[in-house]
């Protein structure tokens, strides 16, 4: 893994609904330059403390995204190549890195390879066709969603596809790709393709979306740099909706031996998942999910709009994305006054992670565990810091530290040599004094 990864913090932004994109396009959409918006944001991301941009999908596709019909053009709907271009020179002027979204377990069912496949051409043996009972046509898909046609990942011209299109925007100067559905396709199909990308940009940073299975085995058989932290996704927001500690003290452990072999990419938030407020359902609480994500080791991530306190709930049917995935105003002026305490929180944790860039890699180790209340040690070699958490309504928790010579970083807290008072609903990272 390349070193700059270390350093960074990304700001994860859905482009297409973002910048209020039609939900559908086709090959008669003409090119609306809406790309530029992010250009207007770049600043605001900087001032939040985060040094990188993930971006959703930016390729044609018919709707979402997710249904690509052309990995080597941009989506007319946020513009053209010229505006992808002026996109990457803003951000890297300013010292952002740059993440694609690359799908490759699958297609949109417009894409022209596929058409040409269904009129019986070579490129049939692209994908997984089969002939049905009644002399149709069938194909394998995404998980029921028979607009995204599976690619066959065993042929070899797949994986020339793949490694040409990831290269490609790789010299267009892009940082990195963030594989979709990673873990729908075979481990061993990714090796050798990112050998060969990595043959021409051996700093490019490349995470899979994994949501459950053997996290290190993926990444080992792979030859990923990291996959996506979903199951200390769900233990942050678990146990504080729950006040069960105990949940994210049990993840925690399992974080620690993802650490002996990658780098997790975490998250609080997505494009894919309920918003962490709404999550919580209590802004006094994102303090704590955010503290954890900021205190232990991986690549962070922030969801454009979680550092605002956006709310928005996702929903199992047609459109039930949206909410999760709303326009932003043309500029940060446009946002609502009453998020940017949100805002404030997160440039202080990111500063705080900013100072102590070993967090990067760092191991937890749970000192004091109940219900309610949680401190733990993060620390790398001889670095550490301590975090507490008090989830109780009303009463302060006085924990033993477990050695004097501390003071609060941030958050709210009393010490006395090694006696921490936390007040009810509140957290503090403590470092030595």
Known sequence: MSRWVEHVVWWHVYPLGFVGAPRTADDGTAVQHRLGQLVDWLDYVVELGANGIALGPVFASSTHGYDTVDHLRIDPRLGDRADFDALVDAAHAR?????????????????????????????AALFRLRTTADGTVDWDDFEGHHDLVALDHANPAVADLVADVMTHWLDAGADGWRLDAAYAVPPAFWAPV?????????????????????????????????????????AVWGAVTTRNWWELAWSLDRHNGFLDTFVPYTFVGNHDVTRIASQLDDDGLLGHALVVLLTVGGTPAVYAGDEQAFRGVKEERAGGDD?????????????????????????????????????????????????????YETSAGDDRLLVALNLADDEPWAADLPDPGWAVLEGTATLDATRLTVPGRAWAVLGRA
């Open 95 to 123: 010292g952002l890195r740059v993440l694609l979204d690359g799908v490759f377990h699958h297609v949109g069912r417009a894409h022209p390879l596929f058409e040409a496949a269904l009129a019986g051409g070579p490129e």
């Open 194 to 234: 990112l050998a060969r990308v990595r043959a021409a940009h051996p700093d490019a940073y490349v995470v899979g979306e994994v949501i459950h299975g053997d996290y290190a085995d993926v990444v080992t058989r792979s030859g990923m740099d990291s996959v996506t932290q979903y199951e200390l996704w769900k």
């Open 323 to 375: 909410a999760i995935r709303p326009a932003f105003p043309p500029t940060p002026d446009g946002l609502a006054p009453d998020g940017w305490w949100a805002y404030r929180l997160h440039q202080d944790l990111i500063g705080l992670r900013r100072r102590h860039p070993w967090l990067h890699r760092a191991r937890t180790r749970t000192v004091e565990l109940t219900n309610e209340h949680l401190l």
